[in-house]
């Protein structure tokens, strides 16, 4: 087997593993799936073998396109490929605004060699004449064939120096690139402190919290950094029937950084909505649009926060920032185990009801009033915007 086909097959099982972990859930979270799809891609861009960088393009889309279809509601996967492609097309632009700029002056040289060279030629030809006719047949054949070995020998030297300079290009390029993907990694792996610091300016002293996400990590450091410099209280729903336990948990971790910390049931949103002062929530993904899907339950809270004009701040990493648009809102819900909802031992009441459980929400961006991401704050009528900065427009479909 050759070198090419064997890299090839190594690359093929890598992919394979990643794609096989996501349908089996062995790797799920934004967190956890960004960072396993960097570093799938370092390992591609430095396996694989391409001439052009059109042609790692394609690489990178058609493993992106099969990262998605093994989970499509890990809309993090698609977002880091989508940034690994916008960052392999902006070195392409510098690249090509470096020759662009360099074309000018190449032509004036072009030019005052074909002047030098036209005198050169027309100076040889004078003396070639004057000694033309002290030559013989003889020696005008090999001075011909001396002459063919030469250009032939510069074409293969000109020939070999462009490959040398192609491939030095080339391994410049990839070394560009993987170093771009471990300042995303990075960046990814700093978001929390970057949202850690604009907690203090955002809650205030003996203020009442409301959180209806208990596994974000980052509203959980979000809290947590806020309680160094202030005093308040949270109040974490409970997320029946999917995430009870992790809410529990969720609330002890808070207990122990001296945070006072209530569970209470989801039904009661509503009634202690009218002294909650900020509604802390994490998100799953964040679309163009300015809304984001994140736990169950979620969009019911921010109805309520709605309808007292409690202000909703929504926490979230720029990785998770998808150019997507949320067309097919239903799609974007998963639904769960509804065994959770409803014990099987009641078949009666089972057999005469449809008992759902969704594990995701959709909420809108009219019931979101800030994003909080390690860039900074936005409105969600403002993140299409952050969008177009960190992604292409040809990139957004990877088919």
């Known amino acids: 087997m050759s070198s090419q086909h064997k890299d090839k097959a190594d690359i093929n099982v890598h992919i394979d593993s990643v794609v096989n972990k996501l349908k089996r859930r062995q790797i799920s979270g934004s967190y956890t799936v960004a960072i396993e799809t960097c570093q799938l891609l370092m390992r591609v861009i430095s396996a694989s073998r391409w001439n052009h960088p059109d042609q790692l393009i394609d690489i990178i889309a058609q493993v992106g396109k099969k990262l998605v279809q093994a989970q499509p509601r890990e809309f993090s996967s698609g977002n880091i490929v989508r940034r690994v492609l916008s960052l392999i097309r902006d070195e392409m632009n510098d690249d090509n605004d470096v020759n662009n700029g360099n074309g000018g002056n190449n032509n004036n040289n072009n030019n005052s060699n074909y002047i030098n060279n036209s005198v050169n030629n027309e100076n040889q030809a004078m003396i070639s004449s004057m000694f033309a006719l002290l030559t013989t047949n003889e020696n005008k054949k090999n001075t011909v064939s001396n002459q063919q070995n030469l250009q032939q020998q510069k074409s293969q030297v000109s020939s070999a120096s462009a490959q040398l300079k192609k491939n030095t290009h080339t391994q410049d390029f990839r070394s560009i690139i993987i170093q771009g993907i471990k300042e995303l990694i990075d960046e990814i792996s700093s978001i929390s402190e970057n949202i850690e610091t604009m907690s203090v300016d955002l809650i205030h002293d003996n203020e009442v919290l409301l959180t209806p996400t208990p596994g974000s990590k980052t509203v959980f450091n979000f809290l947590a950094k806020a309680?160094?410099?202030?005093?308040?209280?949270?109040?974490?729903?409970?997320?029946?029937?999917?995430?009870?336990?992790?809410?529990?948990?969720?609330?002890?971790?808070?207990?122990?950084?001296?945070?006072?910390?209530?569970?209470?049931?989801?039904?009661?949103?509503?009634?202690?909505?009218?002294?909650?002062?900020?509604?802390?929530v994490g998100a799953r993904s964040v679309f163009a649009n300015g809304g984001c899907v994140t736990s169950s339950g979620v969009a019911a809270v921010c109805e309520c926060a709605k309808e007292?004009?409690?202000?909703?701040?929504?926490?979230?990493?720029?990785?998770?920032?998808?150019?997507?648009?949320?067309?097919?809102?239903?799609?974007?819900?998963?639904?769960?185990?509804?065994?959770?909802?409803?014990?099987?031992?009641?078949?009666?009441?089972?057999?005469?009801?449809?008992?759902?459980?969704?594990?995701?929400?959709?909420?809108?961006?009219?019931?979101?009033?800030?994003?909080?991401?390690?860039?900074?704050?936005?409105?969600?009528?403002?993140?299409y915007r952050i969008v177009l900065d960190n992604y292409k427009a040809e990139d957004v479909n990877l088919e």
């Open 227 to 280: 309680r160094l410099k202030r005093k308040f209280t949270v109040l974490v729903t409970e997320c029946f029937p999917n995430e009870t336990e992790e809410a529990h948990k969720f609330a002890k971790k808070l207990a122990a950084h001296k945070i006072d910390t209530v569970v209470i049931p989801d039904s009661t949103v509503f009634a202690v909505m009218s002294r909650v002062g900020k509604v802390i």
């Open 308 to 383: 007292y004009k409690t202000p909703v701040f929504v926490v979230a990493g720029l990785y998770k920032l998808s150019p997507l648009y949320p067309f097919d809102r239903d799609s974007l819900v998963e639904v769960g185990n509804s065994g959770k909802v409803m014990e099987w031992e009641d078949s009666q009441l089972v057999g005469n009801c449809e008992v759902t459980n969704p594990l995701f929400d959709y909420v809108v961006p009219e019931n979101i009033d800030i994003y909080i991401t390690n860039v900074g704050g936005f409105s969600p009528s403002f993140i």
